[in-house]
């Protein structure tokens, strides 16, 4: 039995799912850059690029919460702040299909990545000098 706590369990689940929505949009605009015709095809295949960078960074950091790394919360904490700017943004643009589902993610990440058991089971008892 691991002594990972269910809530880091569920952060790392909530992050390495918008990891793989990362992956299939910019998968997705990559595909409609090779067969569409897009007004501007390099900046296109910029964004591809990134989405799929960005999810294969959130799946590396799911994976660390997951192996109880340290490392892993501060980038968790971070794409959960920028992920709560897009589902407002998304919210505020008459989105609301999409962002209050992701806003709903976002604010289970946070809570879960920044609570007391999840807490305890990466940083331990020490105490900082």
Known sequence: MSNRPV???VAAVVVALEGILAVL???YVGVETVIGKPSDPISSLFVA????????????????????QRWARGPGVVAQ????????TLIQSGQGAMGIPLIAATLAGLV???S???THALYGDERPD
């Open 112 to 114: 879960t990545l920044l």
């Open 81 to 88: 702040i920028f992920t709560t700017i897009v589902a407002i």
């Open 25 to 27: 949009l910019g998968g």
């Open 116 to 118: 007391p058991p999840t």
């Open 49 to 68: 690029g990134f989405g799929i960078a960005v999810g294969a960074a959130l799946l590396w950091v799911a994976w660390g919460l997951l192996q109880t």
């Open 7 to 9: 809530t880091l369990t």
